[in-house]
Each structure stands twice: as structure tokens, then as C-alpha cells.
């Protein structure tokens, strides 16, 4: 089983932040939030109502979704930021763009197309702040990130952050799931769940999961030990 007796709560405009070792089921979790497939047993509830209850075309256009390795389309970046509206109105404004594209940390300036670049002449990194923009262009009730940051330079990573503090702040409820624990460790504010072995083992901001000296600790000492930028 690969998670068993879970128990989570996300508050709505907070941010929780999940972390845990390699295969301990961070991305098991998203997957069933987003019902790409549903729980043997339990249930998951949005605002105290079973998500199985919804219809899955409403349930998904609540949430938007960066993945781990986030799939763009073969076209523009405007194209593809413009994607994460819905069909029926997907007109974007090109301020509506530069929004997006600031928020999620996308230099613009550098490529000589600007919004008409094809995707495909982007790095990793790049393509994942696309994915970002895309995602927060409509403005979902729930932001699900998972390792958003693990193609970015440290300061990259620390501004994607920020900006998903920001989102959460303006009323959205965002899980995110990152290996990068130097980035929430200023931000006390943070709630973090540390999964293991398909549970939640540890949960609490990021200076009560330091002085407890257990998974938290030891996850976030080997980051520091192999210099920040690291995944463990
Ligand atoms: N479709 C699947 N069918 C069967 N087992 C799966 C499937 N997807 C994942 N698993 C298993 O479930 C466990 C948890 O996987 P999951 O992808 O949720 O881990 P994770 O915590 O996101 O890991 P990582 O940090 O490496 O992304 C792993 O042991 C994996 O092998
Ligand atoms: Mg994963």
C-alpha cells in the first residue's frame, strides 16, 4: 500500500508544504486529489464535501497542477501559458501574460520572439516556470506543486517560492511538494508534513520540526550538508 492511514488537513489560503524522502508518496497524494485515481478506502474532502461527489470537469477546473515534469505544448509560450484557461474563454490578454510570466519569475526579455518563442528552445528550468505561469493564469481555488522547483538555481527556486507565498496569501490553498527545505526555513508561517512510509509522521512549522530532532531534522541536515542546492 502506498499510503496508508493518512491524515491531512490544508487550511484554505494557507500553504502546507509536504515533504519526505524519495517514493514515500508525495506524488500518490496529488494524484488522488486531482482523481486521476480514487483512494481503496477514506476519502478526501474539499470544503467538507467528498470530491468523488463532484463533477471531475468542475473538481479539476479548481485546481491547477504544476508537475514534476511538466509537459508543455509544442508551441509558443504564449500558447502555452494561455492553456491554463479554460477552452471556452481563452483569450489572454498580454498584460494578462506579463502578469503571469513576473509572478512566475519568467525573463521575457532575454528571448527575441518574447511571448512567441517556441517552447521547445527553452531549458528545464524555463519550461517549469511556463508550467507556473500556466497554472496560476486562471487563478485556482487550489494550487497543487509538485516539485516545482527541482530544475532551478537556488535564488530561481527562493522567487518561485515567494511567488507561491504570494498566492497563497491572496486567498488560494497551495500543497506543495519540495526537496529545497532551505527555501521554506525563513518562512515561519509555513505548515509542514513530513510523509513517510505512506503517513504523515511529523507535522508543524519548520523551527518546531528542527527542534524535534526527528525525520524534519535529519532530511533537512543532509541538505545543508550537501550545500543547499541539492535534493536528497
Ligand atoms: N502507478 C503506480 N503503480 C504502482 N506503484 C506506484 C505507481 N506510482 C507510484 N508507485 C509507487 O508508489 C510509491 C510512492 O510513489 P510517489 O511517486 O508517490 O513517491 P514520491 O514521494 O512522489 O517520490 P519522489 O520524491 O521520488 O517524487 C513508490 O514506491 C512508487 O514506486
Ligand atoms: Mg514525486
Do not use: W
Amino acid at each position: 500500500m502506498v499510503l496508508e492511514n493518512l491524515n491531512l488537513e490544508c487550511k484554505q489560503g494557507e500553504m502546507t508544504v509536504l515533504v519526505g524522502g524519495s517514493g514515500s508518496g508525495k506524488s500518490t497524494l496529488i494524484s488522488l486529489l486531482e482523481r486521476f485515481y480514487a483512494p481503496l478506502s477514506g476519502r478526501i474532502l474539499l470544503n467538507n464535501r467528498d470530491i468523488t461527489t463532484f463533477n471531475l470537469r468542475c473538481l479539476r477546473s479548481k485546481i491547477s497542477l504544476v508537475e514534476q515534469e511538466p509537459i508543455l505544448f509544442n508551441t509558443t509560450i504564449r500558447e502555452n501559458i494561455a492553456y491554463g484557461i479554460e477552452e471556452d474563454q481563452r483569450t489572454v490578454t498580454d498584460k494578462e501574460s506579463r502578469d503571469a510570466a513576473r509572478i512566475a519569475n519568467i525573463d521575457i526579455s532575454k528571448f527575441s520572439e518574447g511571448y512567441n518563442t517556441p517552447c521547445n528552445q527553452l531549458s528545464t528550468g524555463e519550461k517549469q516556470r511556463v508550467a507556473c505561469a500556466r497554472a496560476i493564469i486562471r487563478r485556482p481555488q487550489i494550487l497543487l506543486l509538485d516539485e516545482p522547483t527541482a530544475a532551478l538555481d537556488s535564488l530561481s527556486a527562493e522567487t518561485v517560492h515567494n511567488f507561491i507565498r504570494e498566492q497563497s496569501k491572496s486567498g488560494q490553498t497551495c500543497l506543495h511538494i519540495t526537496h529545497r527545505l532551505s527555501t521554506i526555513q525563513n518562512d515561519s508561517s509555513v505548515q509542514i508534513a513530513v510523509v513517510d512510509y505512506g503517513q504523515i509522521c511529523e507535522q508543524g512549522t519548520y523551527t518546531e520540526l528542527r527542534e524535534k530532532q526527528g525525520i524534519f531534522y535529519r532530511l533537512s541536515t543532509t541538505e545543508e550538508k550537501s550545500g543547499d542546492n541539492t535534493k536528497f
